[in-house]
């Protein structure tokens, strides 16, 4: 070899087991292959496992009757296994929202007073984070369904107001605000006054633009929506036509063949991952021309294309229960919502019950026209408020301490008020740190309801594990568990995210 | 479910928020009622929200004592079930098992706090405050605590005719809690005199040793259970009765053990500060480390469970083939780190890798026999054939390498060799200890085992392979949506169905591997955490000086990210620690559980379940507690936030 052209070193390709980029794509086929290989193998054994014991893999409990009994929910004895799931599932989100709302206001205030002047109230907080984090939130939930449970017997002059708010074994009974007949055509008057209400603030933040002086554009569009509201309290009734239009989509969507939806759905998935490649090659493109490809490039898009032909391939062919489905429960839903705008429901938006107390029996129990909540919800929802607050309290201390401190000097400076500056200064600056782990603490407090189980209120995971306890089907079980919460996970980190991108710096 | 955020506020405020705390304690010099005024009634808002505090400290004091001295606790039940919080139905007889355990971690733990005897010192203004508001606290809760119920000459309360009960009267309260008050009055005094003499102006600054400090605790905690009156309490399961002598001291087999175990502390800690400073010191230092990493396996698996050796077969099989193994394995490593071996030493290493993940696969499919602990050790010789080239050279990093090798391997056998002997320890429960003991086993081993996995998933979810990236990365994600309570259902109920025919996994272990895959994620995102926060140059400077990638990655790379996201590993640790207590829903017999379920079934105390419940919140909240303060020191130490 010629010794005078030593930069051909470089182009020389070395042998192929030394070549960076066969060795890197053969390595990770290989744990690929592994992986999905041990998937196969652990879900054949599961397979032959079940069929060996007589416990077939199916979902068909969702259409039988259980025959259990839930302790609450807005259906405590549930006709079908799915039924039973949903209340489940219904339980779980309300326990998640209940908590998520009064823990941020427990933490909010908590944070705030670890911060203050005040010597007492700061250490008043720092007790109340320190113990509150630092024990498990089912020691907690245990505790508070102890003590709930040794509360006195229910009995028919139970205080401490009776007639108004009950406190006993059988839990909280108090007044009840609830949806009835003429909700859902309010609802769209008070969807038509948030429109006007936007439409109004923005002029009036137009017209303070303009001239300087304050219009209160807030304060107005608020006081539009509530006119608005006491006004649709007396005129909703002329929405029942609403009820009409959705009855004939009700009709028209039954009348979809399902071969189309089908073909439908395929062609999405197809279009989907040729849309992506499409933007993704655009995205490489420079002034200069296409962009050389690396191997990386490469396997994204013979991922998406092999991905959307997959799908194609799944919906066409391996599942063709799903058009249907889709268009019976779509025809289902808008059947629902005709039921709901009905004519005919003229009665007033939202009414009141008062709670009480009835003896069926031998013993006395709350009835069902209050607001009843076992202590199992309530032991649950204390340990979630309590222990998230506690964290939560800790992420806006440290929201707030992350401000510099020349902001405030600098509002002060501009000769804003304290509140002002408070509001229009520090408090966006510090939301743009605590948003994150904000988010993180929601899903937590999610997930940790599921530690309902200890105390027996029927959350999806307790209604879960007395379903497959009947019969036997666990895996299905714990693949709705997954589904859901994974849901759960996935809109929560949208919202989250949705907020972050909005308060996010503008940079240039 | 999982909080990580313990420790993971940005170090950076956190220095800021102890700044500004400490703030307060930097002016003490203030006169009370100008430090009054400053710090609680400086604007009528303030006064106001001083008032308010105040009203809910008394009322949540006050909630807090009643319920603690209330007229209807059981503290007997508690008392009598200490041994079952502790290691449920250990047998009495073997229990010297259990104390030479505790005793071995004692002797440990001072051996490690005298060579590390960097503790500082704790400055005697702060003992004097802390003395003095424990002692201030202490008359409070006196005062504040409701007057008790008057007891008949039978024993019961006295009720009156309406049926209500029938308190002392104020005045009263306070002359019976006499005793109280001496000790509020012993600890104000002592606070006072310790402020007096030392924190004079030519005093200042000056400090006590910590270690003393925390020894002289110790020392007095352990000299009370001889002298205090705490009572003889015991349940004796034979008989199914408990007793319950209160006035006396603690029983006998309560009290030496805990002196035995401070007396090994001490001891230990002053071998450890004279070792410090010999010319072993490193070398002990090292030891002392390691022992710490295998004292958990081996107490739990060797001591506690009394292995039945058959030495017919130890001496047949197991001593030859770990002589084997470590022989010609460590001759193989010596040949793999001569300097001319080049790529025939990769390629030994690969198919030997490749031979032993062939073992496994056969292993699963039932192709050949062949000993579990062979297979691990073909594993593990596949590794450090791997790590060979990072040896090369020198004679004495080549011996290291050998070294660690028939260090692994003498371990590894003999810890394989002892667990699969049966034990002639009988305990009650499927399980060779319950209670606390289950618990901190649990909390240890899926620490030590999730950390590994969770550091590969981190690299793997940074790496430039999109597929190791896909893989780690919707596993994390999918983890990380999941409750972990639905992980463990599915480990503990599901386990066996995956399994091939023939092949067992006890339920502690089923649990065990799903609490270790599901801690393994989060800790992939904390070290991912750190791993983001390595600036390029250093991964271009290793590359400049020729590190191979996995020398970048093991010396470069790990260190500095691991170092970064030391708060949030710990936080995990917090609440890797916090979530044990989830063993009780899916029925392992943890001290929750015995609180929850197992002492409230007892005939004598009938669904007494609030003391014991509070008494496993009051030992979780003293770990995690302790755990968080030390991380902060730990932070501090190492420098963090301070960059």
């Known amino acids: ?508 | 479910m999982q909080d990580a955020n313990q420790g993971s506020v940005d170090p950076e405020f956190q220095q800021g928020i102890e700044d500004r705390e400490s703030s307060p304690h930097e002016i003490p010099s203030l006169p009370v009622g100008q430090w009054l005024r400053q710090n609680l009634f400086s604007s009528w808002v303030n006064s106001v929200l001083t008032l308010f505090g105040g009203f809910l400290a008394f009322f949540a004091l006050r909630g807090v004592l009643n319920f603690v001295f209330s007229e209807n606790r059981q503290w007997d039940a508690v008392r009598t079930n200490l041994r079952a919080l502790m290691t449920l139905s250990y047998p009495e007889s073997q229990y010297i098992r259990v104390w030479v355990s505790l005793g071995f971690v004692a002797g440990l733990a001072g051996l490690s706090a005298g060579l590390w005897a960097n503790w500082g010192g704790v400055s005697v203004k702060r003992v004097s405050t802390w003395l003095m508001g424990t002692g201030g606290l202490l008359a409070v809760c006196v005062i504040v605590r409701e007057p008790s119920v008057i007891l008949g000459s039978d024993g019961k309360v006295v009720r009156t005719l309406e049926g209500s009960l029938q308190r002392e009267s104020f005045l009263d309260a306070m002359v019976n809690r006499s005793s109280w008050w001496i000790a509020a009055v012993v600890l104000l005094v002592a606070g006072i005199v310790l402020w007096r003499r030392f924190a004079s102006a030519t005093h200042r600054g000056s400090e006590l040793p910590v270690t003393s400090v925390v020894f002289l605790g110790l020392g007095l905690a352990v000299l009370s259970l001889w002298i205090a009156p705490y009572g003889h309490y015991a349940f004796i399961s034979e008989t199914k009765s408990y007793v319950a002598e209160s006035g006396r001291t603690v029983a006998f087999s309560t009290k030496l053990p805990w002196t035995v175990m401070l007396a090994l502390l001490c001891s230990f800690f002053g071998l450890g500060r004279l070792l410090q400073r010999s010319e072993y010191g490193g070398l002990i230092k090292g030891a002392s480390n390691l022992l710490w990493l295998v004292s958990p396996l081996t107490l739990f698996w060797v001591v506690l469970r009394d292995p039945a050796l058959d030495y017919g077969h130890v001496i047949s099989t197991d001593l030859p083939m770990g002589l084997a193994f470590g022989a010609l394995g460590g001759a193989v490593l010596w040949s793999l780190t001569r300097t001319g071996v080049g790529e025939a030493g990769r390629l030994v290493a690969t198919m030997l890798l490749g031979f032993a993940i062939f073992n496994w696969v056969a292993a699963f499919f039932g192709w050949y026999p062949m000993l579990q602990k062979a297979r691990i050790s073909f594993l593990l010789l596949a590794f450090a054939a791997l790590l060979a080239p990072n040896f090369m050279g020198e004679i004495a990093k080549r011996r290291q390498l050998v070294l660690g090798w028939l260090g692994v391997t003498a371990l590894v056998h003999y810890l394989a060799t002892m667990i699969n002997t049966p034990s002639t320890v009988e305990v009650q429960s499927s399980e060779f200890l319950g209670g606390l003991g289950l618990t901190l086993f649990v909390a240890l081993i899926v620490v030590l085992l999730s950390f590994p996995l969770g550091v590969l998933l981190a690299l793997g979810r940074t790496s430039k392979f999109p597929i190791f990236r896909m893989l780690s990365t919707s596993y994390i994600e999918v983890i990380r949506g999941v409750p972990l309570i639905s992980v463990l259902i599915f480990f503990s109920v599901m386990v066996p169905l995956f399994l091939p025919d023939g092949m067992e996994l006890a339920e502690l272990a089923a649990v065990l591997t799903g609490y270790t895959l599901f801690s393994a994620a989060y800790l992939a995102e904390n070290v991912r955490g750190g791993l983001q926060s390595i600036t390029k140059g250093q991964y271009e400077a290793a590359d400049a000086i020729g590190l191979t990638a996995a020398q970048r990655t093991s010396f470069i790379v790990l260190p500095q990210a691991l170092t970064v996201s030391i708060p949030q590993l710990v936080g995990q640790v917090i609440s890797t620690f916090k979530e044990t207590s989830l063993l009780a829903i899916i029925g392992l017999f943890d001290f929750l559980r015995v609180a929850n379920s197992v002492i409230p079934a007892q005939s004598e105390f009938l669904g007494v379940k609030r003391e014991g419940i509070l008494l496993v919140a009051i030992i979780y909240f003293f770990f995690n507690f302790t755990i968080s303060k030390y991380s902060q020191r730990l932070e501090r130490r190492v420098g963090l936030g301070e960059r």
């Open chain 1, 1 to 508: 070899m010629a010794s005078s052209a030593p930069p051909s070193i470089h182009h020389e390709r070395p042998p192929f087991y030394r070549d960076v980029t066969v060795v890197k794509w053969a390595v990770q086929v290989l744990a690929l292959m592994l992986t999905i290989g041990a998937l196969w193998f652990l879900a054949k054994q599961a397979g032959d496992n079940l069929r060996a014991s007589n416990v077939p893999t199916d979902y068909n409990f969702l259409s039988v009757n259980p025959g259990i009994d839930l302790s609450s929910g807005i259906d405590t004895d549930p006709d079908t296994g799915g039924r039973a799931l949903w209340v489940g599932m219904v339980n779980t989100l309300r326990m998640a929202i209940a908590g998520i709302f009064v823990a941020t206001i427990v933490g909010v205030l908590v944070g705030l007073a670890r911060l203050s002047n005040n010597w007492l109230l700061r250490k008043l907080g720092t007790v109340f984070v320190e113990t509150l984090r630092n024990v498990p939130l089912l020691v907690q939930i245990l505790f508070y369904g102890a003590i709930f449970a040794s509360l006195d017997r229910v009995s028919m002059d139970v205080g401490p107001i009776n007639g108004w708010f009950h406190l006993s074994n059988k839990g909280l009974s108090m007044p009840r605000v609830h949806i009835a007949d003429g909700f859902y055509q309010w609802m769209i008057v008070i969807g038509i006054g948030l429109f006007a209400a936007n439409f109004l603030r923005k002029r009036r933040i137009a017209e303070q633009d303009l001239s300087g002086e304050e219009t209160y554009p807030i304060l107005s569009a608020f006081g539009l929506i509530v006119v608005i509201g006491i006004l649709g309290w007396f005129v909703h009734p002329i929405f029942g036509f609403v009820g009409n239009i959705f009855s004939s989509l009700s009709s028209a969507v039954s009348a979809i063949p399902e071969g189309a939806v089908q073909v439908l759905i395929a062609f999405l998935s197809v279009g989907l991952s040729v849309y992506w490649i499409r933007g993704f090659l655009k995205s490489r493109r420079t002034p200069a021309g296409l962009a050389k490809l690396t191997d990386d490039d490469y396997f994204r898009m013979i991922f998406a294309a092999t991905g959307g032909v997959l799908g194609a391939v799944f919906f066409l062919v391996l599942w063709p229960g799903l058009s249907s489905w889709i268009i019976n429960s779509g025809s289902d839903l808008f059947e629902v919502l005709s039921n709901k705008f009905g004519n005919g429901r003229s009665g007033r938006p939202i009414d009141v019950a008062l709670p009480e107390v009835v003896q069926i029996g031998k013993f006395p129990n709350y009835g069902p026209s209050g607001l009843n909540f076992s202590i199992g919800f309530a032991a649950v929802f204390f340990g979630v408020v309590f222990y998230t607050s506690a964290f939560i309290a800790e992420i806006v201390r440290g929201g707030i301490l992350a401000v510099p401190k020349g902001q405030t000097e600098a509002a002060a400076a501009l000769g804003l008020r304290r509140s002002i500056a408070l509001r229009r200064v520090i408090i966006p600056q510090a939301a743009r740190v605590m948003l994150p782990p904000l988010g993180n603490q929601y899903l937590n407090l999610t997930k940790n309801t599921s530690l309902a189980i200890a105390v027996g209120y029927s959350d999806i995971v307790q209604v879960g594990q007395t379903v497959y306890n009947q019969t036997g089907k666990t895996l299905p079980v714990v693949s709705i568990w997954m589904f859901f919460y994974l849901s759960c996970s996935l809109s929560i980190s949208v919202v989250v995210n949705f907020f972050n991108v909005r308060m996010r710096i503008v940079e240039r």
